[in-house]
């Protein structure tokens, strides 16, 4: 297909409006110094001389070119310099519409005209090397999809993706499925600090009987990303006097350290370093419904907060502070003397 120029000045005039008789235009490849050939006919078979030749009224003839981006410099008819124009503006020669249009060429789209611009784009959502946008579109499974997006991601081709799927990174450039959770469950990081999991907000641990043994230990369901733990006694009794004590532990129970005080509504506050008090002054025929919440401050910080019924003795009031020197992974109920025996209730762990 053949293009025409239109020249900026069909007629070359100089600063005045007055026309340059005999004014005299030479083509290059824009941008370069590589002569042209441009054609007195739309089917570019007979070659302008060079330069072309204005009339006597500074008028150009019709000048066609084919499709190399031109640069055109005029000279007056003696040689003095006019202008330059590159690159220089043109349309197509029989071609309607936005083929008529020119168009600043690019590296990515190498194209003289609008219509040609317009159709390069299309062929390269279509499928070219750099953009997939229609081809993503057009894929209808999650794993096409990615395959498409970058063949680096062809690991997921045998994953099963449903609604709710999380994909994350087991190393690098591969991808892995976690399955969608259920409800009321967080997304949160494993114990190892590398891969997300779905975990229940609140996990109740199994009710365990108060009614034989010293003590109850729960050394099971406490992750490590525990951050509040809720000890709950139903109608505790034992065969003794000693209070109730709840002791925590990262590998072993901590039996030290605790700063630790009780009391009911009608007994003076008691106090203890071995363990996290439940009562305030305890009786053999009544039973204990307390309940203690230990919240971790900072670190492997616990503290510990207490409420509750003590039968005839009346409300339970207390709290405690430990250290300990891990994440907490156990707690156990006993009394401060070890050797009173359950006979009554139930105890359980409600852990978040």
Do not use: C
């Not at 026309?19 to 370069?32: D, E, L, R």
């Not at 168009?103 to 953009?131: C, H, K, Y």
């Not at 799927?165 to 591969?174: F, G, S």
């Not at 949160?188 to 109740?204: I, K």
């Amino acid at each position: 297909m053949a293009d025409i120029a239109i020249q900026p000045v069909w007629q070359v005039l100089d600063g005045n409006g007055n026309p340059y008789p005999g004014a005299k235009a030479t083509f290059y490849v824009s941008g370069t110094t590589t002569p042209l050939t441009v054609y007195t006919d739309v089917g570019l078979t007979v070659a302008h001389a060079v330069p072309v030749v204005a009339n006597g009224n500074g008028v150009l003839p019709a000048i066609y070119f084919g499709g190399t981006a031109a640069k055109v410099v005029l000279t007056t008819s003696t040689g003095a310099a006019i202008g330059t124009v590159d690159p220089l503006p043109r349309s197509s020669a029989t071609a309607t519409g936005a083929a008529q249009i020119s168009f600043a060429a690019t590296a990515e789209l190498p194209f003289l005209n609008v219509q040609d611009a317009i159709e390069g784009v299309q062929d390269n959502l279509d499928g070219s090397s750099s953009v997939y946008s229609k081809l993503l579109l057009a894929e209808t499974t999650a794993s096409a999809w990615l395959t498409r997006l970058d063949p680096s991601l062809n690991s997921l081709a045998g994953l099963s993706l449903v609604a709710g799927d999380v994909l994350y990174a087991t190393a690098a450039d591969t991808l892995q499925r976690l399955g969608i959770g259920t409800a009321g469950q967080l997304l949160r990081v494993n114990s190892g600090a590398t891969a997300p999991e779905w975990a229940a907000h609140l996990t109740l641990s199994t009710s365990v009987a108060t009614t034989s043994g010293t003590s109850i230990d729960f050394t099971t369901g406490i992750p490590a990303s525990a951050t509040r733990v809720t000890v709950m006694l139903a109608g505790v009794s034992t065969n003794g006097t000693a209070n109730l004590l709840v002791q925590l532990g990262n590998g072993s129970f901590v039996t030290t350290g605790y700063t630790s005080a009780a009391h009911t509504s009608t007994n003076a506050p008691q106090s203890s370093t071995a363990g996290m008090l439940l009562t305030g002054g305890v009786s053999a025929a009544l039973a204990y419904s307390p309940i203690l919440t230990l919240i971790r401050i900072t670190g492997n910080q616990w503290l510990g907060g207490l409420s509750g019924h003590a039968g005839a003795n009346g409300a339970l009031y207390g709290g405690g502070l430990i250290s300990l020197g891990g994440a907490l992974d156990r707690i156990r109920l006993t009394t401060t003397n070890g050797t009173d025996t359950f006979d009554a209730g139930a105890v359980n762990i409600l852990v978040e």
